[in-house]
């Protein structure tokens, strides 16, 4: 109990001060400290006499941009690089928070400075902030603080890192696409019958004739849209939100949306494969940093990003834990390719698994990549033909009242 109060260590702050130098110069300025009373002797120590020290307003907007998940890779990679060349941790640490232009990077990184200083492991420091290191992230660090291999693990950190933010990036570009094309057909579609059709349907008014049933149709939607167009787009927003929501908070609903996904043509089987790259990345990373087996897995579960994969991997692990060998349990899950149960395989009996995952990994990451470029050469034709298809419609049913007075005629 008296161990964990020894590392209660207050966060530093944000201080305003103004005061006089040596020469008699008035100066003012920013510093960071714990306490007014701190601030004032570190200012002294700097041969400032203090003449007024008041804490920071906090901004009403937040203090700096969010930390991405990128940031941490780039951290990752810099500690990892730094340890190597033979830099001490806490020294490694100040240097990357002086060089962070991010000021909530800079700022997470001088309160995880100044508890390793203290004394706290920096695994147990890094697990104070689980938004930004993951318990994955943290027992591969104390693994590493165990074995005295802290360089090699930040090492295999930011290569894994860096992968999962590579991937990341490959399936957002994937699913943009598609994304785009419908936003860009419901804009296009949407001022044409706000703005473009009305006009016609004044031209129609003075016909006297019964208009065709296409045009009427198109007619119909185009006066709702001008009526109701504010509670289509509501309607649309709320079903977002709505939607992910129930994404996030509801199990059974996120296993059956996850399940459809993955079924999907064409990005289906880009999910499928990164699933299967991510698992395989995990898995390679954790079980090569010395952790047992069983426990790479349940970390390999909770990185898979799918349910349906993760709810796999948690199948494997229990099979595992009961003795079967881990390409058995693979199999039976129905969700891994032979090839991949095949490497597997000969990995277990080779005695080289985290090798033989890491090729599995490289695989399927380059597999998402070739996938998400052909994707985007298909979609951008793809693109061009739902436009003029929508487009077209629109001038058909516009023009096909005067195409039939002009038959009469």
Partial sequence: MAQAQQF??????????????????????EIKGTSIAEVKALLRQQGITPSGVKKKPKSLFGDGKKIKPV???????????MLGAGVPLVQ???????????KSLRTLMQKISVKVQAGLPLSETLREHPKYFDELYCDLVKSGE???SLDQIFDRLA???EKAEALKSKIKKAMFYPVAVLVVAAIVTSILLIFVVPQFAEIFAGFGA????FTLFVLGISEMMQQYWWLVLAGIIATFFVIKKTYASNLKFRTWADGRIIKLPVIGSILNKAAVARYAR???????????LIEALESAAGASGNEVYKNAILFIREEVSAGIQMHHAMKQTDQFPEMVISMVSIGEETGALDSMLAKVANIYEQEVDDAVDGLTALLEPMIMAVLGVVIGGLIIAMYLPIFQMGSVV
């Fill in 8 to 29: 209660k260590i207050k966060e530093l702050e944000a201080f305003t001060y103004k005061g006089v130098n040596r020469r008699g110069k008035k100066v003012d300025g």
């Fill in 71 to 81: 940031d941490i890779a780039i951290f990752t990679r810099q500690i990892a690089t």
């Fill in 92 to 102: 490694s640490i100040d240097l990357i928070a002086n060089g962070a232009d991010n």
């Fill in 146 to 148: 165990a074995s005295g």
């Fill in 159 to 161: 290569i894994y890192k």
């Fill in 210 to 213: 019964e208009l065709p049933a």
């Fill in 282 to 292: 995990t898995l390679s990373t954790t079980f090569a940093a010395g952790v047992p």
